[in-house]
């Protein structure tokens, strides 16, 4: 489990507002890895890449579960970062 603070963009209108998430490592590769949160209201999906130890940047997607499948609608996207210590 690890711990992302960062900004939400909300699309198409780039409204922003911060965000704390606990994401679950999926894959993990050297300096590369897949994540996911399990949150009650919201589908959340990250790719991390380790800049310079204990820093890794996330870059990801979000969107409500009840609107997961609606195409008409857009994801968020997650810009964030963890640290690891």
């Not at 690890?2 to 911060?18: A, C, E, H, M, Y």
Request: charged content about 25%.
């Amino acid at each position: 489990m690890k711990n992302v603070s960062g900004i939400r963009l909300t699309l198409p209108d780039f409204q922003g507002k911060d965000f704390t998430y606990e994401v679950y490592p999926v894959y993990e590769k050297d300096w590369f890895s897949l994540n996911i949160a399990l949150d009650a209201a919201d589908f959340i999906a990250t790719a991390a890449i380790e800049v310079k130890p204990p820093v890794c940047f996330h870059i990801g997607i979000a969107k409500k579960w009840q609107y997961l499948f609606d195409f008409k609608r857009y994801f968020d996207l997650l810009i964030g970062f963890e640290f690891r210590f």
